[in-house]
């Protein structure tokens, strides 16, 4: 299955197992059963794939019984392990840890060294979801050593962004940032774009931590590429935003403006009037903030007109009030007695 990211949380899930990825060599020896064991444990994968979650846990059960029936102990750690999974992506982690503690148990039994790194990046992660940041290090850390023993470069990917996550929430951004540009170079390597995304996002939001603008602008920059080569016009509207928020910080007002204006033509293209309304808001801040109070004017007439649109009596008011006050601050006050 593919690999992916929990958006929310930032953390890289790596692809769960598929069973003739680790057993194809004794496909051979397996009795019917198993077989059909191992194709049910294959659509429960592909339920966990489209986030069909519920449909995998009921999916997942019926396996593990079956395995335990027929004493397949790596089919039921691969199993418990996908139920971890399905769990953390759930948001129950205490169920999440409880599964994966029994598939690491299993998978070191078997010496299944897959299941085995992908049952301790589940624990990692579940326990960073729980504050524990000490066993989050822990299990992570573990995860990263068996990535490197089986040279699996995704898995250590994962494991070092993973890392950089804990750190951060610690508060240890430094750190954090240590492990980010780790996994960063891996995602570059492996030509992962969607991993290199996120990686670049985690990495931006560790800098801006740090009040670091320059590095912050320097990240987004490059996750804007990302988006456009994806075609990606609403992430690429939310990244310019970030960018112009960090440009502004930085004093580079006209660089804000080129950004606010690039997502102000995406949220039109996308017919998205609320980050149109957004946009125009930002802009006329800004314009009136450089004393450019003609080009404030008409981000606050244009944001004026989506208001009367959508009947939004409370941000007309608010509107209007405003372009009062920047009328008589230019000294027009005919203009401003028009906003009545």
């Given at each position: 299955m593919a690999d992916f990211f929990d958006s929310y949380r930032g953390t890289f899930v790596p692809e769960t197992e598929r069973t003739?990825?680790?057993r194809n060599s004794k496909a051979a020896?397996?009795?019917t059963r198993k077989a059909e064991l191992d194709q049910l444990l294959e659509k429960a994968i592909e339920q966990y794939q489209i986030r069909d979650y519920p449909s995998a846990l009921k999916t997942f059960r019926h396996v593990l019984f079956g395995y335990r029936e027929v004493h397949d102990l790596q089919g039921e750690g691969m199993t418990l392990s996908g139920m971890g999974l399905a769990f953390y992506a759930l948001g129950q982690y205490q169920e999440a840890i409880a599964h994966s503690y029994q598939a690491l148990a299993m998978a070191r039994q078997t010496m299944d060294r897959r299941t085995e790194r992908q049952a301790l990046g589940n624990l990692?992660?579940?326990?960073?979801?729980?504050?524990?940041?000490?066993?989050?290090?822990?299990?992570?850390?573990?995860?990263?050593?068996?990535?490197?023993?089986?040279?699996?470069?995704r898995g250590e990917m994962a494991a070092l962004n993973n890392l950089g996550m804990v750190y951060k929430a610690m508060g240890d951004c430094e750190q954090a940032i240590a492990y980010y540009e780790q996994s960063l170079r891996l995602a570059k390597e492996l030509h992962d774009l969607q991993v290199e995304g996120q990686v670049l996002r985690n990495l931006g939001n560790a800098y801006h931590a740090l009040e670091n603008g320059q590095k912050t602008v320097e990240c987004y920059e490059q996750l804007l590429e990302i988006a456009r080569q994806q075609s990606d016009l609403s992430t690429e509207g939310q990244i310019l935003?970030?960018?112009a928020s960090a440009c502004y910080s930085l004093g580079d007002c006209n660089k804000a403006i080129?950004?606010?204006?690039?997502?102000?033509?995406?949220?039109?293209?996308?017919?998205?009037?609320?980050n149109e309304d957004?946009?125009?808001?930002?802009?006329?801040?800004?314009?009136d903030a450089m004393g450019d109070y003609a080009k404030a004017i008409e981000c606050y007439e244009q944001r004026l007109a989506i208001a009367q649109s959508a009947q939004d009596k409370d941000l007309e008011r608010q509107l209007?009030?405003?372009?009062?006050?920047?009328?008589?601050?230019?000294g027009d006050f005919a203009r401003a007695n028009s906003y009545e």
């Open positions: 003739t990825d680790v020896s397996f009795s990692g992660n579940a326990y960073r979801h729980l504050n524990n940041f000490e066993k989050a290090i822990e299990y992570k850390g573990q995860t990263l050593v068996v990535a490197r023993e089986i040279q699996d470069r935003k970030n960018l080129t950004y606010h204006q690039l997502r102000l033509a995406i949220a039109r293209t996308l017919r998205d009037r609320r957004q946009a125009l808001e930002s802009l006329g801040v800004i314009y209007l009030t405003s372009l009062r006050n920047v009328c008589y601050a230019v």
